[in-house]
């Protein structure tokens, strides 16, 4: 009997068994690449996806800026840093196929902040932050307040008033109305001296008393201090600094004291106002009648206005916020 023989005696059913099995042993092999090869076209627009996401972070992300001490300028405040979350925005990209990629970004804070730089004063913002804050000083006189807190509510403008703490304590529905209003208040000596030539025990005490004023008008203590006249000195600023205060000066003057023209300031303060500027001004009739076109015309050089901690955040402004995903 040959082998040949046997073959042709098997049943056609255990040959069709054989030849299954045969061939199932030569394909299963191959799923392995066939899959990845599948799943690889499934990823390919995703992979394009990614790389697009990478390009667009490369042209948005900016790193954060420190705060510092500048020569000319004194402290200036750090400002936020921007990157990409691109796992949030390759999901949201996902759930809206065919539809422009919008990038989440999120800012990143500066590794040194004001509060980690020795005590000095402050003339201004970050020169990169697009905002602008009013310094409104009040040692005297209450009657173009009115005027001011309307236009300033009008125009959608929170501002920080430097309060005298004798004419605080004599005129406390003032500061109470103006806190309500949603402005900042911060402190601007008790009586109005030239701080410098102060003893350091007067200075101390200059700051204190309006501190112990305000607080006991609205529960809350100040975080700046404005020197009467601008008149200061290091001293001055480390007693400040002591009792948890920032030296807060000014990087443009209104100068309304002397009572110019409502034009005359427009001119002086329009053309040089920008980036991190503070504004001094006080409630005046020269004031009161440059604020709303000052207001609006600071606003058409995009810049965007707000108290003097606004300023000085380094929170950026260039961003929309957009909810957690």
């Known amino acids: 009997m040959t082998g040949g023989s046997a073959v042709k005696r098997l049943p056609h059913w255990l040959l069709w068994v054989l030849t299954a099995l045969f061939l199932l042993l ?3 092999p191959l799923l392995p690449s066939v899959r990845e090869d599948a799943e690889y ?7 394009d996806l990614w790389q697009q996401i990478d390009q667009l972070a490369a042209q948005l992300e900016k790193p954060a800026e420190n705060a510092r001490i500048d020569p000319v300028w004194k402290a200036i405040p750090g400002y936020n840093g921007l990157t990409m979350d691109r796992e949030t925005t390759y999901q949201l990209a996902v759930q809206r196929p065919g539809k422009p990629l919008v990038p989440i970004l999120r800012e990143t804070e500066p590794t040194v902040q004001l509060e980690h730089l020795m005590p000095a004063p402050i003339y201004r913002g970050n020169p990169q932050k697009s905002m602008v ?4 000083n009040v040692a005297w006189g209450e009657e173009y307040l009115p005027s001011m807190l309307a236009i300033l509510r009008e125009e959608g403008v929170k501002a920080t ?3 005298d703490g004798s004419w ?6 003032w500061v109470r109305q103006i806190v309500r209003a949603g402005h900042e208040i911060g402190n601007h000596a008790y009586s109005h001296p030239l701080m410098s030539r102060l003893s350091e025990s007067k200075m101390e005490e200059q700051i204190r008393m309006t501190n ?10 100040p975080r700046y201090f404005a020197p009467p006249a601008g008149d200061y000195n290091q001293k001055v600023v480390e007693v400040a600094y002591r009792q948890k205060m ?3 000066l000014w990087t443009l003057d209104t100068v309304d004291w002397k009572n110019p023209s409502p034009q005359w300031i427009l001119q002086r303060i329009v053309p040089a106002v920008g980036n991190g500027h503070l504004i001094l001004m006080h409630p005046t009739s020269s004031t009161v009648q440059a604020l709303k076109p000052l207001i609006r015309q600071i606003k058409e050089k995009q810049l965007q206005l707000g108290t003097v901690s ?5 929170q950026r402004t260039d961003i929309v916020r957009l909810p957690e995903f």
Do not use: C, M, N
């Not at 076209?41 to 992979?47: L, S, T």
């Not at 605080?168 to 529905?173: D, S, V, W």
């Not at 112990?212 to 203590?221: F, P, T, Y």
């Open 246 to 248: 920032y030296t807060i």
């Open 133 to 136: 804050g009013f310094l409104i």
């Open 168 to 173: 605080a304590e004599a005129h406390p529905q």
């Open 161 to 163: 008033f430097f309060f």
């Open 310 to 314: 606004d300023v000085l955040s380094s």
């Open 212 to 221: 112990d004023v305000l607080e006991a008008i609205v529960g809350k203590r």
């Open 41 to 47: 076209q499934d990823h390919q627009p995703h992979a």
């Open 26 to 28: 030569l394909i299963v």
